[in-house]
């Protein structure tokens, strides 16, 4: 007897029970693409990272990244790199991102954009880095200032460290909150360059003349070159100064083996600590605390420093300041390539909980417009109608044990 017709009608009852609901099995849902983290806003704009692959396995100093906040001013809020042993780990004392959103809001405690320079990573200060001292205005909301015999009127943004209520002065320059337009990245060999420019204009009714404002930053493997061209689009002559606020981390966490080495053999006499006022008197360093010109450098140990560097010695025609964490076996060079740098400002608090030292390649000397400098130039470049200057600093990584 064949079994073959009894075994199609087994097959074919087999599949109408498949078909039958209920009975059937239960379908995999299909894959859901992975969507894209959103990108993070500060300042109205996206926040940008300029990245790279590591390219060494791990065995040689290398950068691997660069966040910017093109809403604030093109801050550079983060920059990382690979140290063979410790993997990869961040340059700059910054918060995280969410963080750096809640207090980069424009509220009380971030008029003037102040928190750009408070709370780490490494804003731009344009058109003045550090101090400026004049006069109060009876609200106590700007102070004055000359340039060649024509006033300046800019916001007192800052006061006497222990007393919010004295000393108010200007500080740090007019672009802390500022938007960039035309932010554009591109790639390039071994790396990324992000682009863009601040129209700053007379900087809200603050300067003399217009302004525009041309940003470079460039990561490679090597190096991270930040660049800033300011011109003069308007048709008065206006006074110019750029510097950067990078707050260098100790990842090790211990601040006092850091070593800083600062090439320059002269510093600025100040009224204290709580001010940071300039009296006009550059002392030499040789014997004093601040002479960090040891070519490996000088510990930090429980020095505070909040004091402003010139006379300044060249290697290769740069500026090259260094800042060593030798337990991590880490350090980087803070070189300033551009010949008009003519001061280093150097804030490094002792508090334990802020692990850092803020290396300022500048321009100009504290409270450039003072009397108190007489005649002495103090470092503020004369920008005539369509005649620009420009400010370069590169990063560079090296192990100090090595």
Not at 21 to 35: D, E, H, K, L, V
Not at 150 to 158: D, G, R
Request: contains cysteine; negative net charge.
């Amino acid at each position: 007897m064949s079994l073959r017709p009894s075994f199609l009608a087994l097959a074919a009852a087999a599949a109408t029970l498949l078909l039958i609901p209920g009975c059937s099995r239960q379908s995999q849902p299909a894959p859901q693409a992975t969507q894209p983290a959103p990108i993070p806003q500060i300042g109205g704009q996206p926040v940008v990272k300029l990245t790279r692959p590591a390219t060494s396995n791990g065995q040689q100093m290398e950068f691997l990244s660069v966040t910017v906040l093109p809403g604030r001013g093109m801050n550079v809020f983060q920059i990382t790199a690979n140290v063979p042993g410790k993997g990869e780990i961040p340059i700059l004392a910054s918060p995280t991102l969410e963080e750096a959103a809640s207090k980069l809001n424009g509220g009380p405690d971030d008029q003037y954009g102040n928190q750009s320079f408070l709370i780490g990573g490494g804003a731009f200060l344009v058109p003045y880095p550090n101090r400026i001292v004049g006069p109060l205005s009876p609200d106590g909301k700007t102070i004055t200032t000359k340039w060649h015999g024509k006033t300046i009127v800019l916001p007192a943004n800052w006061h006497n460290s222990a007393d919010p209520t004295r000393d108010k002065h200007a500080m740090h320059g007019l672009i802390l909150a500022s938007q960039t337009q035309d932010v554009q990245t591109q790639s390039i060999p071994d790396g990324q360059t992000l682009t863009g420019v601040i129209h700053a204009g007379d900087f809200g009714g603050h300067w003399l003349s217009q302004t525009d404002l041309s940003f470079t930053i460039a990561l490679t493997g090597p190096a991270v070159d930040a660049t800033i061209v300011a011109k003069n689009v308007g048709k008065e002559d206006e006074p110019m100064a750029i510097g950067w606020h990078p707050y260098f981390a100790v990842p090790s966490g211990d601040r006092k083996q850091a070593l800083l080495h600062v090439p320059a053999t002269q510093v600025a006499a100040i009224n204290n600590y709580q001010d940071v006022f300039p009296s006009g008197d550059l002392m030499p360093v040789k014997g004093t605390k601040y002479d960090f010109t040891a070519p490996g450098g000088k510990a930090l140990d429980d020095i505070y420093l909040d004091d402003n560097w010139s006379k300044l010695q060249r290697t290769n025609g740069a500026v090259d300041v260094t800042f060593a964490d030798p337990a991590t076996n880490y350090a980087v060079h803070v070189l300033g390539l551009s010949p008009e740098i003519r001061t280093i400002q150097v804030y490094a608090p002792t508090d334990p909980t802020k692990q850092y030292a803020a290396i300022e390649e500048q321009f100009n000397f504290a409270d450039p417009f003072g009397k108190e400098w007489g005649d002495m130039n103090t470092g503020m470049v004369t920008l005539k109608p369509g005649a620009s200057v420009t400010w370069h600093v590169r990063l560079a990584l090296f192990q100090p044990n090595k």
